[in-house]
T-cell receptor, first 109, second 115 residues
Framework: KNEVEQSPQNLTAQEGEFITINCSYS?????LHWLQQHPGGGIVSLFM???GKKKHGRLIATINIQEKHSSLHITASHPRDSAVYIC???????????FGKGTKLSVKP | DGGITQSPKYLFRKEGQNVTLSCEQN?????MYWYRQDPGQGLRLIYY???????QKGDIAEGYSVSREKKESFPLTVTSAQKNPTAFYLC??????????????FGPGTRLTVL
C-alpha cells in the first residue's frame, strides 16, 4: 500500500468549476506539501501545512491531522491551472518527503 | 535571481556509458536532493545531502553516485550499473533547520534518454 494516496488520478473540468483534489497518508508526518508540476516538468511549491487551512489566491489547502487527510481546492478554475498536482508528506528528522503519484488536472475553456 | 539550475534539459546517452547530471543552487541551502520521476509514479529519492562532504542513500540509490564538495553543487552520476536509467531527474534543495517544515525548491529537471 502506498504511503501517500491521491485521488483522482485524472481530472477534467470546465473553466470556472470548483475543483477538489484529495490526499490521504498513512505515516506520521511533520508537514504536508502541495506541489504543482507544469507540462515542462518544473515543480513549484504551492503550500506547506501542518494544521488547519491555508489560502493563496484561488487555491485553498486544508489538512485534518486526525483523519490523515488533506484537500487542495481550486475556485473558479482556469485553463492555466492545467498541471499535475502532487501531494507530499514530510516525515522524520531528516525532512525527506514521500510523494503521491500526482493528479493530472485539465481545465477546458 | 536565486534558484536551482540543472543542465542540460535533455540528455541522450548510449547504453553502457556513465553520465553526470549537473545541479547548482545559489539559495545558500544546506540540504540537496536528487529525485527520479517515471510515468505514473511519484518522485522517488535517489540520494540526499544535508551538508557538504556528506550524503546519504535514498530509496533507489543503486546504479547512481553523487558528490558534495561544494555547498552550491550536487552532481549525480548515472552509471552503467543502473538498469533502467531513462527517466526525468529532478534536483531540489532545502534550507536546513526544522526538518520538513522548510519547503523544498526544485530545479527544472533533466530528461535522460539512454539509447
Amino acid at each position: 500500500k502506498n504511503e501517500v494516496e491521491q485521488s483522482p488520478q485524472n481530472l477534467t473540468a470546465q473553466e470556472g468549476e470548483f475543483i477538489t483534489i484529495n490526499c490521504s497518508y498513512s505515516v506520521g508526518i511533520s508537514a504536508l506539501h502541495w506541489l504543482q508540476q507544469h507540462p515542462g516538468g518544473g515543480i513549484v511549491s504551492l503550500f506547506m501545512l501542518s494544521s488547519g487551512k491555508k489560502k493563496h489566491g484561488r487555491l485553498i489547502a486544508t489538512i485534518n491531522i486526525q483523519e490523515k487527510h488533506s484537500s487542495l481546492h481550486i475556485t473558479a478554475s482556469h485553463p492555466r491551472d492545467s498541471a499535475v498536482y502532487i501531494c507530499a508528506v514530510g516525515e522524520g528528522s531528516q525532512g525527506n518527503l514521500i510523494f503521491g503519484k500526482g493528479t493530472k488536472l485539465s481545465v477546458k475553456p | 535571481d536565486g534558484g536551482i539550475t540543472q543542465s542540460p534539459k535533455y540528455l541522450f546517452r548510449k547504453e553502457g556509458q556513465n553520465v553526470t547530471l549537473s545541479c547548482e543552487q545559489n539559495l545558500n541551502h544546506d540540504a540537496m536532493y536528487w529525485y527520479r520521476q517515471d510515468p505514473g509514479q511519484g518522485l522517488r529519492l535517489i540520494y540526499y545531502s544535508q551538508i557538504v562532504n556528506d550524503f546519504q542513500k535514498g530509496d533507489i540509490a543503486e546504479g547512481y553516485s553523487v558528490s558534495r564538495e561544494k555547498k552550491e553543487s550536487f552532481p549525480l552520476t548515472v552509471t552503467s550499473a543502473q538498469k533502467n536509467p531513462t527517466a526525468f531527474y529532478l534536483c531540489a534543495s532545502r534550507r536546513r533547520g526544522v526538518s520538513s517544515y522548510n519547503e523544498q525548491f526544485f530545479g527544472p529537471g533533466t530528461r535522460l534518454t539512454v539509447l
